[in-house]
C-alpha cells in the first residue's frame, strides 16, 4: 500500500517565505501523479494542482496560480508546495495525495499539514 | 472552471436509515466524478470513481450512480462509521474541483 508522509506542521509570519512536502513511494509509478489539496479552517476540499513526478510536467488551479508552486524530486520520491510570501489567508491544513491516472481519483494521502500564518 | 454542487450541506439520520446525496456540475462531466468521505481531523478516503465504480475495501452499503451533469451517493443502512464529510469531485478537466460538502450527522 501506497504510504504518504508530510512534512510537520508550521508557524510562519505573513511575507514569509514556506516549502512543505510529502514523501511517497508511488511516485516513480506510471501514470501516477501527485496533487495538492487545500482545506481552510471548518471549510471544505480545493484542488491547488497537479504535478507528473517522472517529467515535473505541472497543471495549477486558475485560484492558486501565482500564489505557489508545485515541484518534486523523483530521486527521492518527494513533492513539494512552496510560497514565496506568505498570506494570513494561506492559513489551512494542506494534503498531498496521488492521483491514479487509471482510476482518475485521489486514492492515498497524506495525514495533512497545519500551515499557520499570523503576525 | 466547473462548479460542483451537492444537496442537502448537512443532514441528520438514523442508524439504519438510507441516506442520498446529491451532486450537480455545471457542465458535462459524462462519468468522471468521484466521491470521498472525510472523518473531522482525517485526510479525505475515495468511496467511489468514475460515478459508480466501489473503492477496494468500501464497503457495499455505498453506491454512486449518474452521468452527465447530476449523479447520486446512497449510503443503504447507514452506520455510526459513516458520519462525517462526503464531497464529489469531477475528474473530468482541470482543475479537479470538489463540491461544497455534505456533512452527515448521525442522530
Known amino acids: 500500500e501506497v504510504q504518504l508522509v508530510q512534512s510537520g506542521a508550521e508557524v510562519r509570519k505573513p511575507g514569509e517565505s514556506l516549502n512543505i512536502s510529502c514523501q511517497g513511494s508511488?511516485?516513480?509509478?506510471?501514470?501516477?501523479?501527485v496533487g495538492w489539496v487545500r482545506q481552510m479552517p471548518g471549510k471544505g476540499l480545493e484542488w491547488i494542482g497537479i504535478?507528473?513526478?517522472?517529467?515535473?510536467?505541472?497543471t495549477y488551479s486558475p485560484s492558486f496560480q501565482g500564489r505557489v508552486t508545485i515541484s518534486a524530486d523523483k530521486s527521492i520520491n518527494t513533492a513539494y508546495l512552496h510560497w514565496s510570501s506568505l498570506q494570513a489567508s494561506d492559513t489551512a491544513i494542506y494534503y498531498c495525495?496521488?492521483?491514479?491516472?487509471?482510476?482518475?481519483?485521489?486514492?492515498?494521502w497524506g495525514q495533512g499539514a497545519l500551515v499557520t500564518v499570523s503576525s | 472552471d466547473i462548479q460542483m454542487t451537492q444537496s442537502p450541506s448537512s443532514l441528520s439520520a438514523s442508524v439504519g436509515d438510507r441516506v442520498t446525496i446529491t451532486c450537480r456540475a455545471s457542465?458535462?462531466?459524462?462519468?468522471?466524478l468521484n466521491w470521498y468521505h472525510q472523518i473531522p481531523g482525517k485526510p479525505p478516503k475515495v468511496l467511489i470513481y468514475?460515478?459508480?465504480h466501489l473503492e477496494s475495501g468500501v464497503p457495499s452499503r455505498f453506491s454512486g450512480s449518474g452521468s452527465g451533469t447530476d449523479f447520486t451517493l446512497t449510503i443503504n443502512s447507514l452506520q455510526p462509521a459513516d458520519f462525517g464529510t462526503y464531497y464529489c469531485?469531477?475528474?473530468?478537466?482541470?482543475?479537479?474541483?470538489f463540491g461544497q460538502g455534505t456533512k452527515v450527522d448521525i442522530k
Open positions: 495525495a496521488t492521483w491514479s491516472g487509471t482510476y482518475r481519483a485521489f486514492d492515498y
Open positions: 508511488a511516485f516513480s509509478s506510471p501514470n501516477y501523479w
Open positions: 504535478i507528473y513526478p517522472s517529467d515535473s510536467e505541472t
Open positions: 457542465q458535462t462531466i459524462f462519468t468522471y
Open positions: 468514475s460515478a459508480s
Open positions: 469531485q469531477q475528474s473530468y478537466t482541470t482543475p479537479h474541483s
